[in-house]
């Protein structure tokens, strides 16, 4: 962060400053977990559902944090303001205004974004000092907390930017106003409280919106829906597509999945070709890395350091596909991170490509806030899963109330032999399943957030050998 005293602090939030001395200076991180308060930071007191933060507020400061910034009276150095969040977003703003030369990258999307961040933060990162969010720090706290990150050595902010509404995108490329911005598609993720795909498009567009005309809008050609926002922009244009044929400038052709589901192809750029391996699982990251891979492009990196440094970057945030081999033959896809329609495709993908001649296995929790079309999305997910390859699952395992229609759907199927199984929960999905695997089997663990099935994938991960 750049060093702000306390009482800049104060004029930039609109805040008032208590028992503090107005010349003291904030030079570490702002945070809003006391926890992780240190020497020289601010600590942004928000009251949760469990606990509130002001009450953490003197601890803090015992930290080491020169101050809190509050919504009501503390004992300990603070500045009091109406709202946090938008205090946050005011202190961001002031701290982007004061660094022009930092280029802002903005990723949004319904599927993708933190896995596009993390390949285009590794790319990005070799040209120069580089701030990303971890995981999926994308929201009113998150994406202000990460841009004060940003200090007088920052280059480049690679940002995730989500939405649950329409105007939300809108609110965080005000903080950090991009000036490139990757759309990569728009899916059923929240789909239920936008209203509608219209919706998400309309709110996912917001991004394009808000880049200026010599900006650069990165949208994702093989996305009917993406691609309409060209429209939205003032922005140039730059396409992505991974289909066959494309008169998108950043292409991925000849693409192949390595027997564990990785993704090599040949990159395509104006500027020519080079062959890219990525270490990612999965089908769906070959648009990822080519959103990342144009990104870089426009920041000035060269195609043999694009190829080199996607075929270099790892996973970086938890759960996303991973990938883990036991040694009794079992092989458990940990895709617990979240789950929405289409995600759910891409990892059912990628498990009927892992289980060529094994047996597949699915342990599926619900897909939350998809609205009206919640069970029939349920449904057809099931009826996917059971098409797979030539016979289907071997097991689709349903894990809650809510995830049965999963099963309903399955059974749809007529030729299916696979066994549909509920489990009330993750304990009874790994009970089921254990006297059912068998070496060379492969397992799929997926579920939105609030299901936490990552505990079912570690104990499946766990049991190697055992
Ligand atoms: N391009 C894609 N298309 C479909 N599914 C994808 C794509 N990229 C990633 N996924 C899958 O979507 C899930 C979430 O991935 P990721 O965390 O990268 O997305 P996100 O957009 O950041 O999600 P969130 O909205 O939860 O922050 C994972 O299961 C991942 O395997
Ligand atoms: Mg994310």
Redesign the pocket.
């Known amino acids: 962060m750049i060093p702000l005293s306390l009482a800049q602090i104060a004029r930039v939030t609109g805040g008032q400053l208590c028992h503090g001395d107005p010349d003291a200076v904030v030079s570490g991180e702002v945070v809003i977990d006391s926890r992780r308060a240190g020497p020289g930071g601010l600590f942004a007191a928000v009251a949760g559902e469990r606990s509130d933060g002001h009450d953490f507020a003197a601890a803090a400061v015992a930290a080491g944090a020169a101050a809190v910034l509050a919504t009501r009276p503390v004992t300990v150095p603070s500045v009091l303001v109406a709202d946090v969040p938008a205090a946050l977003a005011a202190l961001a703003r002031s701290v982007v205004d004061a660094l022009p030369a930092v280029r802002i990258a903005g990723i949004t ?9 993390d390949l285009a933060a590794q790319l990005v990162e070799r040209l120069g000092p580089t701030i990303a969010p971890a995981g ?1 720090y ?1 929201n009113e706290f998150g994406h202000p907390l990460t841009v004060l990150r940003a200090d007088a050595a920052t280059r480049y902010l690679v940002l ?1 930017l ?1 939405a649950r509404g329409i105007g939300h995108i809108a609110y965080l490329c005000r903080v950090a106003p991009p000036r490139y911005g990757v759309v ?2 728009v ?1 059923h ?1 929240h789909a239920g409280e936008f209203g509608g795909l219209d919706q998400v498009a309309r709110a996912k567009g917001e991004l394009a919106e808000a880049l200026p005309a010599d900006g650069v809008a990165i949208l994702n050609a093989d996305d009917p829906r993406v691609l309409a926002m060209a429209g939205r922009t003032e922005a140039r244009i730059v396409t992505f597509s991974s289909a066959p044929v494309s008169d998108a400038p950043v292409r991925a052709v000849d693409i192949r999945l390595d027997d564990l589901g990785r993704p090599s192809f040949i990159l395509l750029t104006p500027e020519g070709s080079a062959p890219v391996t990525l270490r990612l699982h ?1 089908a ?2 070959v ?2 890395a080519l959103a990342a891979a144009a990104l870089a492009r426009e920041l000035g990196m060269d195609l043999d350091g694009i190829a080199d440094g996607l075929g270099a970057a790892v996973a970086r ?1 938890r759960w ?2 991973e990938v883990h081999q036991r040694p009794d033959g079992v092989t458990v896809i940990n ?1 617990a ?4 329609p ?2 759910v ?3 059912i993908d990628a498990l009927a490509h892992l289980a060529q001649g094994g047996r597949a296995f699915a342990i599926l929790g619900h897909m939350a806030e998809l609205g009206g079309t919640s069970r029939a999305s349920h449904e057809d997910i099931g009826e996917y899963a059971a098409r797979i390859g030539d016979s289907g699952l071997a097991g689709l395992i349903a894990v809650g109330e809510e995830a049965a229609p999963l099963l309903d759907g399955a059974r749809r199927v007529r030729s299916w032999t696979g066994e549909a199984l509920a489990a009330p929960d993750g304990a009874a999905a790994l009970e089921l399943l254990a006297n059912r695997l068998k070496p060379s089997d492969v397992v799929l663990v ?1 579920a939105s ?1 609030a299901a936490h099935l990552e505990g079912v994938a570690a104990a499946l991960e766990g049991e190697a050998g055992q």
Not at 109 to 117: C, E, Y
């Open positions: 999307g319904s599927s993708g974004k933190t896995s596009t961040k999926s994308n995730e989500s990569l598609n899916g993720a999965g769906h990251n648009p990822n945030s996303r596909m895709d991170y979240n789950a929405n289409e995600s495709r891409a990892a997926k957030r």
